[in-house]
C-alpha cells in the first residue's frame, strides 16, 4: 500500500527554520509527482509547491514564501523535504505533502485545488507547524 509518514512539524518562533519530512513507502517517489500545501486556521487550503518526476524541477507558487521555502528529494532515502526558513506566524498551518503519477494532477491541484488533494493517489496525514514567540 502507498503511503506516506510525515514528521518534522512543530513549534517554532519566529525567524525560525524546521524542515519536514515525507517518507514514502510502497512506492518509489522519484517516479511520483510531489506536492506540498497547507491549510492555515480558518482558512482555504493553499498550495505550496509541486515538483516533477521527470527532471525533479520544483515550482514554489505562493510569492509569500518564495525564497524562503525550498523542496529537496532524497531518493536513497525515498523522502521529500519541505525545508522553511524565516519563518512568519502567517505561516502557520497543517503541512500536508501528496504525490501522483500524473504531474498535470498535482500541479492542477496545487496550483488551483488543494482542496481536493484526495483526489491525487497518495497523501500525507498532516503536520502542524505553529510559529509563535
Known amino acids: 500500500q502507498a503511503q506516506f509518514v510525515q514528521s518534522g512539524g512543530g513549534l517554532v518562533q519566529p525567524g525560525g527554520s524546521l524542515r519536514l519530512s515525507c517518507g514514502a513507502s510502497?512506492?518509489?517517489?522519484?517516479?511520483?509527482?510531489i506536492g506540498w500545501f497547507r491549510q492555515a486556521p480558518g482558512k482555504a487550503p493553499e498550495g505550496i509547491s509541486s515538483t516533477s518526476p521527470s527532471d525533479g524541477m520544483s515550482f514554489i507558487y505562493p510569492n509569500s514564501v518564495k525564497g524562503r521555502f525550498t523542496v529537496s528529494l532524497d531518493k536513497a532515502q525515498n523522502t521529500v523535504y519541505l525545508q522553511m526558513d524565516n519563518l512568519k506566524p502567517e505561516d502557520t498551518g497543517v503541512y500536508r505533502c501528496v504525490a501522483d503519477r500524473n504531474f498535470h494532477n498535482v500541479r492542477t491541484a496545487m496550483r488551483h485545488d488543494p482542496a481536493a488533494f484526495k483526489q491525487l493517489e497518495v497523501w500525507g496525514q498532516g503536520t502542524l507547524v505553529n510559529v509563535s514567540s
Open positions: 510502497g512506492f518509489n517517489l522519484g517516479d511520483y509527482a
